[in-house]
């Protein structure tokens, strides 16, 4: 099993957020995080990321506990997210973007990575040399899943990486996820629902006012998502 969370809560502010949250993604396998605004997806994807500390219960990526860890540690295990927000540095270029997690976090084969990262996405490495703040959304969100994979080898977090993006850039950026299969690495995507996770991924899990429950996927369910 790559990650496992077990019991976790999650306050922000003294304000509960995350209860009891039980989550596994098995190494290599893609998970789908699906919930509505402010069910807590944000939450437990910062959480994850050693951003917010955990009141109760567990985070373990391939055996470890990681749940104490600080956050830069992620970097060192090759864990890596991709914000809602993008969070990209718009005067920098698009390949000083891309590398700034490789200069932060002293990744010796930054300038390889980006190489295969551009031959991912050839179009992002089109405009390379662009300032991102030139760039539109979605061409923005492209660079972010970028730069997330320039240290995310193990494990990436995307935080609702279709949303607000244009038809055919998501699924451009759908393409490019499923792509990632046979990489090894392992995949969360939190979406507010699963239009398009669904394809993508092998399990769903459903969050609702900080509490998650594990889903899956059936054919003869319109919405595509059943309870067990
Ligand atoms: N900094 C904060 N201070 C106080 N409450 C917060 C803070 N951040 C999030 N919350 C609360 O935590 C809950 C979960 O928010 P979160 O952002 O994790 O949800 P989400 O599922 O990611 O939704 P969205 O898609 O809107 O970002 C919400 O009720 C939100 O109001």
């Known amino acids: 099993m790559s990650l496992e969370i077990a019991n976790l809560d999650v306050s922000i502010d003294g304000i509960g957020i995350l209860r009891d949250v039980n989550l596994t993604i098995p190494t290599g396998e893609m998970a789908g995080l699906i919930g509505h605004n402010g069910a807590g997806k944000t939450t437990l994807i910062r959480a994850m990321m050693g951003l917010l500390p955990a009141d109760r219960g567990s985070i373990s990526f391939k055996g470890r506990d990681i749940t ?14 991709m914000p809602e927000d993008r969070r990209l540095i718009p005067e920098l270029t698009v390949t000083e973007n891309m590398l700034m997690p490789a200069w932060a976090n002293n990744i010796h084969d930054g300038e390889q990575r980006l190489k295969w990262v551009y031959e991912l996405m050839p179009e992002i490495a089109d405009f390379g040399q ?14 972010a899943l970028g730069r997330a994979l320039i240290p995310g080898r193990e494990m990436i977090l995307l935080d609702e990486p279709f949303e607000g993006v244009a038809p055919v850039l998501a699924k451009r950026l759908s393409s490019v996820i499923a792509d990632l299969r046979g990489e090894g690495l392992t995949v969360l995507i939190a979406e507010s629902d699963d239009s398009h996770s669904a394809d993508l991924v092998d399990s769903t899990w459903r969050i609702e006012r900080g509490e998650v429950s594990q889903g899956r996927r059936d054919s003869s369910e319109s919405s595509g998502l059943t309870d067990y």
């Open 130 to 143: 662009r300032k991102a703040l030139q760039l539109s959304g979605g061409q923005q969100k492209l660079v």
């Open 68 to 81: 104490r860890q600080p956050a830069y540690k992620r970097a060192d295990m090759r864990i890596s997210y």
